[in-house]
């Protein structure tokens, strides 16, 4: 119960600090041409064949119920649609950090064979990463990994990167092939949703699930008893994850995105150039090297003691599982970048797989000592709070999740202002309204694209602002860009 309490207590302070961060420090908000598209497009949750998107499930579902949530439920509380938003997926992408913490907590527990305390100083540390990794000394707009380009991709990237990075950590601490899913439960029927919900999100992510499930079921093959048909049937519930995953893959390969991604030229040659951009990025533009180092250097000294302590056996399991994950998902992502883009590779909520991995190796190894001397746990609070001074130093701030970087305030004014000319329309018993944007690219005027009059119509009739349709005619205005201090 106490160490319930505990979780619960910690699951509870990330909630509210995530959600103070996501809806007040950097907002999310509406602004650009997909945000205001997807966020009232819901699709059938099922993977869709030749679709734009076709494993995209949850993105797809999830952000709109949000919008839905946002404009019906909490718009009527707080008074304001765009805040209403804001609200709504602030506490959605808190729940889903809390979720994701408590689950390291727990496998830091069970896993790493550490205390109640020094697992949640742990949780507390772990959850700081992810804000400290990027950071650079006196500088604004700093990358984190919790950091996207919009609204739509917190959706795309953000959630399925925290919902598979969560299931990794229950997959590690639960062996599922043991009469998990025997019987229906709601234990083992969440987990099943959830495992559809992360292998159907997006192929970047959850390539995290798929390679931690397939490192796991090569450590359980034993080259002296290996019998093919036994080992599939013990381990089937792995086998599943495997074999819809691939499926994903071939729906994605399938898909419109994909097919308008790939481009012509040299596969080999542009897989060469992309593991040099994308290795120096993971190796050399972050602070993480430091972390691996430290693991790199504790894992002889675990692997020493293995055969004399087992302890250091079990923990010597995890250090293998997890460092063979580094490569294959460096691997992997090299290869879907190469076939689409290079600089795909370098955003954060794409290497977000391959620090979880990180911290978890980091962790692993530090747990080792903690345990070696117990007194060192002193030290815990005392580094989390140095970390957590670090990472909000008045000398640096973190990056918006928006457009260009766009300030969250801006945007807010931006879409306030489009959505009250269509609003104005509406209430004078318009048919149509010709709505000012403010300059953006000379392709299509992103990010406010002029085919985006339909789906702000739409958007704002099926969130109950507007009584029906109207034909939305988007006009670039240069002035705009002035008034709202946006680069022409």
């Not at 649609?81 to 809390?98: C, D, G, M, R």
């Not at 923990?315 to 063979?324: A, D, I, M, N, S």
């Not at 620090?355 to 007194?375: C, D, G, I, N, T």
Request: aromatic share 16%; charged share 15%; with cysteine.
């Amino acid at each position: 119960m106490k160490n319930f309490s505990a979780e619960v207590l910690t699951g509870t302070l990330v909630f509210a600090a995530m959600f103070v961060f996501f809806s007040q420090v950097h907002p999310i908000v509406l602004f650009d041409g997909d945000d205001w598209n997807v966020i009232s497009d819901a699709r059938v949750g099922l993977p869709k064949w030749h679709g734009w998107n076709p494993v995209k499930v949850l993105p797809e579902t999830f952000y709109p119920v949000c919008g839905y949530v946002a404009a019906y439920v909490v718009n009527p509380i707080v008074g304001d649609y765009l805040s209403a938003v804001t609200f709504t997926a602030a506490a959605i992408v808190a729940i889903a950090i809390a979720a994701y913490v408590v689950m390291f907590v727990l496998f830091a527990r069970k896993v790493l064979r550490l205390d109640t305390l020094s697992a949640n100083f742990f949780g507390a540390m772990f959850l700081l990463l992810h804000f400290a990794v990027f950071l650079q000394h006196n500088t604004q707009d700093n990358l984190y990994l919790f950091h996207t380009t919009d609204a739509d991709c917190v959706f795309n990237y953000v959630l399925p990167n925290l919902l598979n990075a969560a299931l990794v950590m229950f997959l590690a601490r639960v062996d599922v092939t043991k009469k998990f899913f025997d019987r229906a439960t709601w234990q083992s029927v969440g987990l099943f949703f959830a495992l559809y919900l992360a292998i159907f999100s997006n192929v970047l992510s959850s390539c995290v699930l798929a390679i931690f499930v397939g490192v796991e079921l090569l450590s359980r093959v034993d080259a002296k008893k290996f019998q093919p048909r036994k080992f599939f049937a013990e381990n089937l519930s792995l086998f599943v994850v495997i074999i819809f995953w691939l499926i994903s893959l071939i729906f994605e390969l399938n898909g419109g995105r994909a097919r308008s991604m790939a481009h012509e030229g040299n596969f080999f040659a542009q897989v060469v150039d992309t593991a040099a951009v994308v290795i120096k990025s993971l190796l050399f533009d972050n602070h993480g090297a430091w972390l691996t180092i430290f693991a790199l250097v504790t894992s002889p000294v675990v692997f020493a003691g293995r055969k004399v302590s087992s302890e250091s056996r079990e923990l010597w399991l995890v250090l293998k599982k997890f460092w063979l994950c580094l490569p294959l998902w460096t691997a992997y992502i090299i290869l879907a970048a190469a076939k689409s883009n290079p600089t795909y590779a370098l955003r954060p909520d794409v290497q977000f797989g391959f620090f979880v991995f990180e911290f978890v190796l980091f962790f692993a190894a530090l747990s080792f000592w903690l345990r070696k001397f117990p007194r060192a746990t002193f030290i815990l609070p005392i580094l989390a709070f140095a970390l957590f001074t670090w990472i909000f130093s008045g000398k640096r701030t973190l990056a918006p999740s928006t457009f260009n970087h766009v300030p969250e305030m801006v945007c807010v004014q931006v879409s306030r202002h489009m959505m009250d000319q269509i609003i104005a329309a509406d209430r004078a018993g318009l048919n149509e309204a010709t709505v000012t944007v403010p300059k953006g690219d000379d392709k299509d005027n992103w990010p406010h694209p002029t085919y985006m009059g339909e789906n702000i119509s739409r958007t704002l009739h099926a969130h109950g602002l507007i009584s029906r349709r109207l034909k939305v005619t988007i006009q670039p205005d240069a002035t705009l860009n002035e008034r709202f201090n946006l680069p022409k």
